[in-house]
């Protein structure tokens, strides 16, 4: 690990750099001109919708929504849609935060604070305000952070953006201890998560455009419990480097799975009114198109499911003539029909 230094003078967030980190860093720029040029291509907007999609389903997703990502999508085509009035609120809500994207300054915390009260309005009191009281993080078994204290939350945000605005780290790498610092300071009642996720999505998109397209947030869904490990190691350690290696990493993936092919018209991205595919149909389709061999016990394992869910999916796939069995189980492999 090395720490990294700068001619930043005021508060810095503790942090150290490893080796693996600062090659992703080179790693993500030397792809992102490839990723920049596949947003160029003949179906670009039915791409971006779909990243669109996949990002708000799996940011609200990670803190329980339970909407599909074709709901989402006849929610933002402006569809009825019969779920709990709460998550349609959450998904509308996003809406609008998105659409509001790239008139919203990174640098800003009167922007942070803008961008929380459209993500929150209608479901906390306080949509818009740092919180005025305690709050901590719990899991099954407890406490698993306690925040600081509410008159804490100000300056110490205050001091973030300083940083932020000011530093002369790689803006990668200042995208993820943001991302970090934010979590462990709690500035808001409820929808820190989000909001995390939102605005480290935003930083990196004032580095490159791109980003804006880019939903490192599904990412982050198919790996949740890794990033909560991160977040926690990082907590422990007192520094967040666990947690920018993980996000960095996370990131060149995301890079490197949305650069290449066009979007397949068969294999629904749910911006294709024929078939609709759910989140674990599509980690599937994922999946396989870059290891045709990989076995029912396999796929679970990536996507952290069940191998009776794995059977089930790939069935409704298999029906669909969207996916198909070569060969033996053993021998054989997968192969998506276009």
Known sequence: MTRRKDT?????PPFSLSAKAVGLVADIAAQMERFAIRMEQD????LRKANRIKTIHSSLAIEGNTLLESEVA???DGKTVVAPVREIQEVKNAIRVYDAFEKLNPFSMDDLLRAHSLLMSALTDDAGHFRKGGVGVYSENGLVHMAPPADKVYPLMSDLFDWLKNADDHLLVRSCVFH???????PFIDGNGRMGRLWQSLILSRWHP???HLPVENMVYSNQQAYYDAIAQSTKQGESGPFIEFMLE???????QHKGEPLDDTVSDTVNDTVKT???QDGIIDLVRKNPSFTYDELAAQLGVGRA???RNIAILKDRGVLERVGEDKNGYWKLNK
């Open 309 to 311: 869910t794995i059977a």
């Open 180 to 186: 970090y610092e934010f979590e462990f300071i709690h």
């Open 74 to 76: 006849d929610i933002i």
């Open 210 to 212: 791109a980003f804006a």
């Open 250 to 256: 996370e990131i060149f993936k995301s890079v490197l």
């Open 278 to 280: 759910t989140p674990t």
């Open 8 to 12: 930043y003078i005021g508060y810095a």
């Open 43 to 46: 179906d670009a907007l039915r």
